[in-house]
């Protein structure tokens, strides 16, 4: 089974704060994505990596930054918290078979994010 | 800009009734996902649906995807307490990378 760990499930910071967001995926796959999920929203894509070391901007990349220097951890960083970044944050992988047209996105368990 | 509306976005619903989910865009789509969110948990896929037409059975769910292949539909007969869940549709477009979500469906079965 694919497994997608996150190393935080909850987490608690202040406005100013770093915070380093990482996520993990055992299956070898090439893509990886982070995402915000906020009610009434869907999800919204922050960045994605298609490989090491490259990296896309998403739908709302302001305010993150990503780092992916090994193929299976991606990490989220939030330079400088802020109140409208609390939300649920999810991590997700997926292989790039067929050009990953069709592909599973398989999903960590989130990271939900409180920003005071 | 490609969109996906989902509809309803909320629905609570008795045992043993049956629900449709509905997920519209003017754009189309190579394919269409459908996802299940448990609360504290990723989503995970449901189905895949490639080509314009195409119906697919889970069990008592049924997913189709329209002719066009702008538009894609979930059926639930005779839901169950174990239905309830957040249910995301997702459209592979343009971009090789990205999927195009909906909004979801919160869906709740009341035993």
């Known amino acids: 089974d694919v497994k997608v760990t996150q190393s935080s499930r909850y987490l608690v910071k202040r406005t100013g704060e770093k915070v380093f967001l990482e996520c993990v995926q055992d299956?070898?796959?090439?893509?990886m994505f982070w995402y915000r999920q906020d009610p009434g929203l869907g999800l919204r894509l922050i960045y994605f990596s298609y490989d090491v070391k490259m990296k896309e901007k998403g739908d709302i990349p302001e305010g993150y930054s990503v780092s992916r220097e090994k193929k299976e951890r991606f990490s989220l960083i939030l330079e400088s918290a802020s109140t409208n970044q609390t939300s649920m944050y999810l991590c997700?992988?997926?292989?790039?078979?067929?050009?990953?047209?069709?592909?599973?996105?398989?999903f960590g368990p989130g990271t939900r994010l409180l920003v005071l | 800009t490609q969109l996906l509306e989902q509809s309803p976005q909320f629905l609570s619903i008795q045992e043993g009734e049956n629900l449709t989910v509905y997920c519209n865009s003017s754009s189309v789509f190579s394919s269409l996902q459908w996802y299940r969110q448990e609360p504290g948990e990723g989503p995970v896929l449901l189905v895949t649906?490639?080509?314009g037409g195409e119906v697919k059975k889970l069990k008592r769910l049924t997913f189709q995807f329209g002719d066009a292949r702008k538009d894609s539909s979930l059926h639930i007969t005779a839901a169950q307490p174990g239905d309830t869940g957040l249910y995301l549709c997702?459209?592979?477009?343009?971009?090789?990378?990205?999927?195009?979500w909906g909004a979801g469906t919160k869906l709740i079965i009341k035993p």
């Open positions: 649906v490639v080509t």
């Open positions: 997700a992988s997926r292989p790039t078979t067929r050009g990953g047209r069709g592909e599973t996105q398989y």
């Open positions: 997702a459209g592979e477009g343009d971009s090789n990378y990205q999927l195009i």
């Open positions: 299956m070898d796959h090439e893509n």
